[in-house]
């Protein structure tokens, strides 16, 4: 069974950083790229962050470019987001995604996601 | 900001079908890139519902069923059960933004 448990949430002061952690089980971790999801307080879903099952690909949403950094270690079946100059809107909880499809990354789907993990950035 | 459109909420009786509209652009869903459907039962992990516009992954009953054509994708649900009561998401890629870009998510109430 697919299991995504992500990790290192809190609170944070604007400015701040923090960093998330996903560890995945249950499938070849090595073999799918993986993304980050969040859902501010009383919205909807927003993408933050794709990377390729190798780390040769990443892609960023605009509203995170230059402030979070995407990484992964297959050795250790992990998944992370390095978030710096934290504000406001990123308050959300942090979903970590297992992507799903062909090698045009544009197409997958996210096939199974973790519980979340709530950052709260407040002074 | 969602570049997907979809109405806030939509009801029905129990048995009965309703369907989401997924509004997009030229820069999405109108070129031709994939539709996703998400559920989403507040405080718990999202699930992946339909993919590749009209794809049911194992274990999704045959009560959910999507659609394609033009800018928008619709997701339909017959026989309306209790359980179904969820916020639902549909997702797809804009060329534009290189970016996954969800829909700004619908409400499912049954009566």
């Avoid at chain 2, 699930?47 to 009209?54: G, K, P, Q, V």
């Avoid at chain 2, 959910?64 to 649900?77: D, E, H, M, P, V």
Wanted: aromatic share 10%; net charge neutral; charged share 15%.
């Amino acid at each position: 069974e697919v299991e995504l448990v992500e990790s290192g949430g809190g609170l944070v002061q604007p400015g701040g950083s923090l960093r998330l952690s996903c560890a995945a089980s249950g499938f070849t971790f090595s073999g799918h790229s993986m993304n980050w999801v969040r859902q501010a307080p009383g919205k909807g879903l927003e993408w933050v962050s794709y990377i390729k099952s190798d780390g040769g690909n990443i892609q960023y949403a605009d509203s995170v470019k230059g402030r979070f950094t995407i990484s992964r270690d297959n050795a250790k079946s992990s998944l992370y987001l390095q978030m710096n100059s934290l504000r406001h809107d990123d308050t959300a909880v942090y979903y970590c995604t297992r992507g799903q499809g062909d090698t045009r990354w544009y197409l997958h789907r996210l096939g199974n996601w973790g519980q979340g993990t709530l950052v709260t950035v407040s002074s | 900001q969602s570049v997907l459109t979809q109405p806030p909420s939509v009801s029905g009786a129990p048995g009965q079908r309703v369907t989401i509209s997924c509004t997009g652009s030229s820069s999405n869903i109108g070129a031709d890139y994939v539709v996703h459907w998400y559920q989403h039962l507040p405080g718990t992990a999202p699930t992946l519902l339909i993919f590749n516009d009209n794809n049911r992954p194992s274990g999704v009953p045959d009560r959910f069923s999507g659609s394609k054509s033009g800018t928008s994708a619709s997701l339909a649900i017959t026989g309306l059960q209790a359980e179904d009561e969820a916020d639902y998401y549909c997702q797809s890629y804009d060329g534009s933004l290189s970016a996954y870009v969800f829909g700004t998510g619908t409400k499912v109430t049954v009566l």
